[in-house]
T-cell receptor
Framework: DTGVSQDPRHKITKRGQNVTFRCDPI?????LYWYRQTLGQGPEFLTY????????KSRLLSDRFSAERPKGSFSTLEIQRTEQGDSAMYLC????????????????FGPGTRLTVL | SQKIEQNSEALNIQEGKTATLTCNYT??????LQWYRQDPGRGPVFLLL?????KEKRKERLKVTFDTTLKQSLFHITASQPADSATYLC????????????FGSGTRLQVQP
């Protein structure tokens, strides 16, 4: 399967614990995005990487959230001291930046990691 | 404030009919607009992109229109099938040069056999 993969698919944790999610983008894609989605809503942007550089961060990304993409390939999203309000589906997406017009931005999404904070 | 609005009520139609979904936006000047399909428990899947200088884009049974004056995009599925039942999301970027997508809340389509 050459699509975007995410691990784990489901995570249940207790309030106050730290969690880390992993995303493996499509191999030739140099752009990687994290979104969060709650029930009945569309995905909300969290952060964006081009290669290993984190170029955009949403105000939604509080101090408890950190994302990395150390070698410009896979990415991790860590949430420290989880709160019940963090319960959501965390989606990763990737897109190509090679020789595409600046306005072209089709994103390929992974299956998501569903986080439940008890 | 910037808003993207999609009809939050589910759209129920009979198989074979044309489904029309609406996406309205305010206080954006998007260079392009995208439509995605999302099935329960899965990530969104890209369907179509339409640029600001395009009035209409087609792909098989799908058609998207983009009216930058009305600040509206319409998404049509002709000859709908039960397999088309899903949530459809519209998305755009806030500013030219930005990469992050801002999504509407989606409209759930249910096609009855």
């Amino acid at each position: 399967d050459t699509g975007v993969s995410q691990d784990p698919r489901h995570k249940i944790t207790k309030r106050g614990q730290n969690v880390t999610f992993r995303c493996d983008p499509i191999s030739e894609h140099n752009r990687l995005y994290w979104y969060r989605q709650t029930l009945g809503q569309g995905p909300e942007f969290l952060t964006y990487f081009q290669n290993e550089a984190q170029l955009e961060k949403s105000r939604l990304l509080s101090d408890r959230f950190s994302a990395e993409r150390p070698k410009g390939s896979f990415s991790t999203l860590e949430i420290q001291r989880t709160e019940q309000g963090d319960s959501a589906m965390y989606l990763c997406a990737s897109s190509t930046g090679l020789s595409t017009p600046i306005s072209y931005n089709e994103q390929f999404f992974g299956p998501g990691t569903r986080l439940t904070v008890l | 404030s910037q808003k993207i609005e999609q009809n939050s009520e589910a759209l129920n139609i009979q198989e074979g009919k044309t489904a029309t979904l609406t996406c309205n936006y305010t206080n954006y000047s998007p260079a392009y607009l995208q439509w995605y399909r999302q099935d329960p428990g899965r990530g969104p899947v890209f369907l179509l992109l339409i640029r600001e200088n395009e009035k209409e884009k087609r792909k098989e049974r799908l058609k998207v229109t983009f009216d930058t004056t009305l600040k509206q995009s319409l998404f049509h599925i002709t000859a709908s099938q039960p397999a088309d039942s899903a949530t459809y999301l519209c998305a755009l970027v806030k500013d030219t040069g930005r990469r992050a997508l801002t999504f509407g809340s989606g409209t759930r389509l249910q096609v009855q056999p």
